[in-house]
């Protein structure tokens, strides 16, 4: 009786990591939070490997969209539609640069950086911006 405890609670133990490390993130698009308008409510977020990012429709008018270029190699194209709530669950490694396609001038971006890895930072650096986002990404990538 008390190998099969054991059994269990060393069974029990192997599978309780899987459970801790996935951990989703909520990402609201918004109009205006703070000072700023046409913002995503968290610009970073850094998640591990298998976890998902659900972006929350808060208000109408946006989307999500991974910018050409701005996610790790071998990633497929992702483009939420328009006043949706939408989420993605990250496999690859590195970091994702994603912003809302109507907004994208007016500053509303964001990064996900999955499993810390940052091997394609060279890459997000020679993305191309524009508007607000153009003034605002060199300091969101420096925080990456």
């Known amino acids: 009786m008390k190998s099969l405890i054991k ?5 029990t133990l192997l599978f309780i990591p899987n459970f801790v490390l996935a951990e989703d993130m909520t990402i609201e ?9 046409m913002v995503y409510s968290q610009k970073i977020v850094n998640i591990n490997v298998g ?3 659900f972006w929350k429709a808060t208000t109408k008018g946006h989307n999500v969209q991974f910018m050409k270029g701005g996610v790790p190699e071998g990633v497929e194209k992702f ?3 328009m006043n949706k709530d939408t989420e993605y669950t990250f496999t690859v490694p590195g970091i994702y640069a994603y912003w809302c396609t109507p ?3 007016m500053g509303m971006i964001g ?3 999955v499993g810390g890895d940052k091997s394609n930072i060279e890459a997000i650096k020679s993305l191309k911006f524009f508007g607000k986002s153009k003034k605002i ?4 990538i420096s925080k990456l």
């Open 103 to 105: 907004h994208k001038s």
């Open 7 to 11: 059994i269990l609670i060393y069974v």
């Open 79 to 81: 483009k939420s539609k």
């Open 137 to 140: 990404a060199p300091d969101l």
């Open 29 to 37: 698009m918004l109009n205006k939070q703070g000072k700023e308008s």
């Open 111 to 113: 990064f996900v950086v």
């Open 51 to 53: 976890d998902t990012v």
